[in-house]
């Protein structure tokens, strides 16, 4: 079985401060590790994934995270956020073909 | 291409009456799944399709719930007939077979409210 903990459920900070979105999950097999942002009114939309190989994946949007086995963590970071990274990221975890396993998802207020 | 769709966006329906959710996969697709939120819970799968094929379906909460997947294209989920705790955003994704099954697109979401 496996399962996902964002460790928090709601992250207030200041436009062009850094962020950094919690995730660690258990399993009993390999995984493959995703982050899912789901922006006011719209679906969810993938953000990053880790499938193998580097364990640091970035987005095109400048977010990052790293993927650190030891710790079964996959954290999301950002150095400097804007006004329209406001929305609700999901840690994830996965296999090919099958089931995706959500955290509880940590949402991102960004102020001006 | 054409993203994952699905219909209705919203329906607010009393308790015990039936509602049916539609999800258009995107082409090509032989991957598709349905995933729900509970309000102030967590994504939680329900099942899976590959092609017509229910894969998995050891999401599914009951028996009240019904997923078909005609001809492998679009799918549907009845809810038959639905109780008060089965409000909540109702998800469908889909994904390419082999290599490209490890992305999995997403629909906007059905919001159902039962009343």
């Known amino acids: 079985a496996q399962s996902v903990t964002q460790l928090d459920s709601q992250v207030p900070v200041f436009e062009e401060a850094p962020v950094e979105l919690r995730c660690n999950y258990s399993?009993?097999?390999?995984?493959?590790l995703f982050w899912y942002v789901q922006y006011p009114n719209q679906g969810l939309q993938l953000l990053l994934k880790?499938?193998?190989?580097?364990?640091l994946v970035k987005s095109i949007n400048g977010f990052e995270a790293e993927f650190n086995k030891s710790q079964t963590s996959f954290h999301l970071r950002k150095p400097s956020v804007h006004i329209s990274d406001t929305a609700e990221y999901f840690c994830?975890?996965?296999?090919?073909?099958?089931?995706?396993?959500f955290g509880g998802g940590t949402r991102v207020l960004v102020k001006p | 291409e054409a993203g994952v769709t699905q219909f209705p966006s919203h329906s607010v329906i009393e308790k015990g009456q039936t509602v049916t959710l539609r999800c258009d996969p995107i082409?090509?697709?032989?991957?598709l799944y349905w995933y729900r939120r509970v309000m102030g819970k967590e994504i939680k799968f329900l099942l899976h399709?590959?092609?017509?094929?229910?894969?998995?379906e050891s999401g599914m909460p009951n028996n009240r719930f019904l997923a078909e997947r005609t001809g492998g294209t679009y799918s549907t989920l009845k809810v038959q007939p639905a109780e008060l705790e089965d409000s909540g955003v109702y998800f469908c994704?889909?994904?390419?077979?082999?290599?490209?099954?490890?992305?999995?697109?997403f629909g906007p979401g059905t919001r159902l409210t039962v009343t």
């Open positions: 994704a889909s994904s390419r077979s082999g290599r490209g099954a490890y992305e999995q697109y």
């Open positions: 399993s009993s097999v390999s995984v493959y």
């Open positions: 880790y499938l193998s190989g580097s364990t």
């Open positions: 994830a975890v996965g296999a090919a073909g099958n089931k995706l396993t």
């Open positions: 082409s090509g697709h032989d991957n």
């Open positions: 399709f590959v092609k017509e094929s229910k894969q998995d």
